[in-house]
């Protein structure tokens, strides 16, 4: 059950060294000097300011994996954590938007392919860790420029329904002559099925016609990431 955080008691002298101990360090040496634990125990410093935040920090990690996983968890599997309650979910869920806001930025600023790693970090920040598959498709102009970034639909933990002619519709809706899709698979495996590859070849089969080139098909997991492209897949 989720603590109360409003009624937790101050921290003694020894706590109050030790978050400026960890503060000094992450100024000092940034992110890559603390683990996820006591990065995540810092940021909780915020949310829970008089109680002892590592028990919280590393009962989180240890239920979701990382700081990355705990970041984007689920608001009603975060309160299932003791000692978590609506203030730890609201600076959790805001690091998580100011992460995606940033991704996304850097995916917005230049041509695509020509930021291609940019492109592949924004689809894991958003989609890596999810815990149902997602059909997202990057719409692109003839400069390869983004027009316009959808999450078209939204499935179960194995499976998300495409319609191929709703792909390519959207993508003339939008004038955008060149598309990116991107799933993602929550298994962690990005690795693709026989399915992702056969309902790929289908959308590349309709929008060829149509003036529509499909760049690539890219799935995301925890585990990195796969290029159909790259794979020779399409």
């Known amino acids: 059950m989720a603590g109360f955080d409003e009624r937790s008691p101050k921290p003694d002298t020894d706590a109050a060294g030790h978050r400026n101990r960890l503060r000094d360090?992450?100024?000092k040496g940034g992110a890559d000097a603390l683990p996820d634990?006591?990065?995540l125990e810092l940021l909780l410093f915020r949310s829970l300011p008089r109680i002892d935040t590592k028990p919280i920090a590393k009962r989180l990690i240890g239920r979701f994996g990382s700081f990355a996983e705990v970041i984007a968890a689920p608001p009603a599997r975060l309160r299932e954590v003791e000692g978590v309650g609506d203030a730890?979910?609201?600076?959790?869920k805001l690091v998580q938007a100011a992460a995606e806001r940033i991704a996304r930025g850097a995916v917005r600023k230049r041509p695509v392919l020509a930021s291609w790693s940019a492109v592949i970090e924004y689809c894991r920040t958003t989609m890596a860790f999810a815990e149902k598959e997602q059909f997202r498709i990057l719409f692109l102009d003839k400069r390869n420029a983004l027009?316009?970034?959808e999450v078209q639909q939204t499935g179960t933990v194995d499976h998300t329904p495409v319609y191929p002619r709703e792909v390519i519709k959207r993508a003339l809706e939008l004038s955008a002559t060149a598309i990116i899709?991107?799933?993602n698979h929550?298994?962690?495996?990005p690795t693709p099925s026989r399915a992702d590859i056969e309902m790929t070849k289908t959308?590349?089969?309709i929008a060829q016609p149509l003036g529509v080139t499909v760049h690539d098909h890219v799935i995301v997991g925890r585990n990195g990431h796969a290029s159909l492209r790259g794979l020779k897949l399409i």
């Open 25 to 27: 360090r992450f100024l």
């Open 37 to 39: 634990y006591e990065l």
């Open 88 to 92: 730890v979910v609201t600076d959790l």
């Open 147 to 149: 027009i316009s970034d």
């Open 181 to 183: 899709l991107v799933h």
């Open 186 to 189: 929550p298994s962690g495996d």
């Open 203 to 205: 959308i590349v089969d």
